[in-house]
């Protein structure tokens, strides 16, 4: 039904602004080749790059994927595992925290101002650099830290709990900071489009909170959340502030490879693994596209069933 | 078939080829190796742009602008990362935005070979001609043309920081060994290393000193040599000897002031600043080796051909002078090329004699653990993609 309304009005838009059709096409185009030359030239480039064969600091115009065998070494597939793990647990933790989060702020503020200042707070964090907010956590988290010193006052422990620092759960805490926001705003978006009567009409037919979140809210928010998801998880494949910073040597992840291939001037073999890395965010993005229209199909059957 | 379809089946297999085609075009400004549209060499008059090291970077840039009438742009790089040294320099350029580039002594070699290093013309340098034979024609300096490329700024005999009181050990010049840092059941869990290639060379220089492994030079070791001593260090990795690897020297400096580390492998000046915090750690001397190491700085040759050329020298000159072995020798317990002209400054600017005292303490410490056995660094291994997947699998294990 929502997508009847969408179309009426954009239908509607595009008549109203009949005349702007030439500075909406022009912007269109502006818009299209800067992200050719500023995205997809770069991608492509990577490509070809990697299936060249190095020569010193330059490439023999031949083909080879030698680049391929040189970085699928095991070592490097275990760190390629290891941070599409890191990434998936931390997108859904993200997810989880800021699902709720999106629809309070989306539908449970009424007040503008208040709705203005959160979304002010929730930005403010990212004036300051990236490892600056990262090695705070070493504070909080270290053997003479906040919560190991707590602990050892109250007596829970003897001796510090030395896993909080430097350690997968460190880096995985580090990560869910940075990315709260991306993952809140599209879905915090998609929620306030939701029409209230919508909501209204769900609890006045006497379904419970959680049925209106599932079968009025989530369907709805759908867009938001896929959009969620991929602005949360694609950045955070190339994160390498906090396993660096919190890791203490312990966590790779695949950013710190690049680090490694780029300063080794081993420059078919960081494209080589750029390439696996798009092709396997580009994979999981048709994924998530399949299991959501899968979902969708059957939501719309269990809408019919509750409607019968 | 109609004559649309076909016509449409031609474009399509025309697009395919032109997208190809495309392709390849869009691909090419990124695989021409030598960048195109850089920034053509620009002077700028009355500054001088150098590159390097934070710690060769004093706190105030006065006494360098009241002696040479220069102003200073100092953008610290961390040089140790030899193979991120090199990306910035031959592919990024370096040499086109800087006027001076700091290095460890012995990245410079290549460079030199590959032409990217001006050649000294000595005669400009008033305080060249004083510097030591044996620090001019080190191993890491010299290249073995007859030819000077760099300065040495500085050299080092390093080791690790400990908390002497904490460990119940002695206090340097009493000798420790690296097994506190590396093999040792007091301090499991409680140490950390470099977080780059560096740590390797100590796991080989290591495993030399103890005639564990035979390894003619942990310095510039071979693939196989560095798969040596990445094992040994996976080993002592897995046995749970390391807290952390570092990569900045703020890393240093936090993990002993947070209490995360009793002995950390680091830069003597990490040491100094902890100090300054009130903590009492000291800076290791050692029986078994030390790690020497020198920084050096030379011109760009593309900064040769910039009509600045006689400020970079007056600003090179004055790096060899005495105000800055002074200044550094106190502030970072470095010592200087010219540490007669350090001292003789010192003391002509009346300075305090505990700093003096520092000066002549320092010029002692240095003779005192070049005279132990020691191994030196100099930046790049020949094999250094080697030494760089090695270092990856370390962090890895």
């Known amino acids: 039904m929502s997508v009847i309304v969408l179309d009426k009005d954009a239908a509607v838009s595009h008549l109203q602004r009949r005349p702007r059709v030439s500075l909406e096409r022009g912007a269109i185009i502006l818009v299209t080749a800067l992200w050719v030359l500023g995205a997809l030239m770069p991608i492509l480039a990577l490509f070809v790059i990697s299936v060249l064969r190095a020569k010193g600091l330059s490439f023999d115009f031949s083909l080879t994927l030698q680049a391929y065998r040189d970085v699928l070494v095991d070592f490097r597939l275990e760190i390629i595992l290891r941070t599409l793990r890191v990434v998936a647990v931390v997108t859904l933790i993200e997810f989880l925290l800021g699902y709720p989060f999106a629809i309070w702020l989306a539908k449970g503020i009424r007040s503008g101002l208040a709705k203005s200042i959160i979304l002010v707070l929730l930005v403010v964090p990212f004036f300051l650099s ?179 | 078939m109609t004559e649309r379809q076909d016509r449409s089946k031609i474009s399509r297999r025309t697009v395919l080829k032109r997208a190809g085609a495309a392709t390849a075009a869009l691909a090419l400004p990124y695989i021409v190796p030598e960048g195109i549209g850089r920034a053509k060499a620009q002077s700028s008059p009355g500054t001088i742009r150098m590159m390097g090291g934070p710690t060769v970077a004093l706190e105030d840039w006065a006494q360098f602008e009241k002696d040479t009438g220069l102003k200073m742009e100092f953008v610290p790089f961390n040089v140790d990362d030899v193979g991120a040294l090199y990306n910035e320099i031959l592919i990024n350029g370096a040499g086109e935005r800087f006027d001076l580039i700091n290095t460890l002594a012995g990245v410079q070699k290549p460079l030199v070979q590959q032409g990217q290093v001006a050649q000294l013309d000595t005669s400009k340098l008033q305080n060249y001609a004083g510097i030591a034979d044996s620090v001019k024609r080190s191993p890491v300096l010299y290249t073995g043309d007859d030819k000077d490329w760099c300065v040495p700024l500085y050299y080092n005999a390093d080791s690790f920081g400990y908390f002497p009181e904490k460990l119940g050990l002695p206090r340097p010049p009493e000798a420790l060994t690296w097994d506190l840092l590396l093999n040792s059941e007091e301090t499991l869990g409680k140490a950390a290393l470099d977080g780059d290639m560096i740590a390797l060379m100590i796991g080989g220089m290591y495993l030399k000193s103890r005639g564990l492994a035979d390894i003619a030079d942990p310095g510039n070791m071979t693939a196989d040599e560095v798969a040596l001593a990445t094992d040994w260090l996976i080993e002592r990795k897995k046995a749970g000897q390391f807290r952390t690897l570092w990569k900045t020297y703020d890393e240093q400096v936090a993990n002993f002031v947070n209490g995360e580390v009793l002995v950390q492998r680091c830069w003597e000046p990490a040491v100094k600043a902890v100090q300054a915090q009130g903590l009492d750690v000291e800076y290791a001397t050692c029986s078994d080796f030390h790690v020497n190491w020198m920084h050096s700085t030379f011109i760009p040759v593309q900064a040769a051909e910039r009509n600045n050329l006689d400020e ?76 760089d997947r090695e270092m990856a699998r370390f962090r890895n294990a």
């Open chain 1, 130 to 308: 990236p490892a600056a907010r990262t090695i705070v956590w070493r504070s909080i988290l270290g053997n003479d830290g906040l919560i190991n010193n707590l602990l050892l006052s109250v007596g829970l422990v003897d001796t510090p709990v030395s896993w909080l620092l430097f350690s997968e759960f460190a880096v995985h805490l580090g990560l869910i900071g940075p990315y709260f926001p991306s993952m809140v705003w599209p879905i915090f978006i998609s929620v306030s489009l939701i029409d209230d009567e919508l909501i209204k009409a769900s609890r006045d037919l006497g379904a419970t909170g959680l049925q209106t979140l599932w079968y009025v809210v989530t369907p709805l928010a759908v867009p938001g959340i896929v959009a969620g998801f991929l602005f949360t998880a694609i950045p955070m494949l190339g994160d390498n502030v906090a396993s660096t910073l919190l890791g203490g040597g312990r966590v790779a992840l695949i950013a710190e490879s690049f680090d490694d291939l780029i300063r080794a001037m081993n420059f078919t073999g960081a494209a080589a693994l750029g390439a696996i890395l798009v092709v396997a965010v580009i994979a999981t993005a048709l994924i998530i596209r399949w299991v959501l229209v899968h979902l969708d199909r059957n939501n719309g059957h269990r809408l019919k069933v509750m409607s019968s």
């Open chain 2, 312 to 387: 970079i020298y007056r600003a090179l000159d004055w790096f060899l002078g005495g105000s800055y072995a002074a200044e550094l020798a106190v502030l970072r317990g470095y010592t200087g090329s010219r540490m007669d002209l350090g001292l003789e400054h010192a003391r002509s600017e009346g300075w305090p004699d505990e700093k003096i005292e520092a000066i002549e303490a320092n010029i002692v410490k240095v003779e005192t653990k070049f005279s132990n056995p020691n191994f030196w660094i100099g930046g790049a291994p020949d094999d250094l993609a080697a030494h």
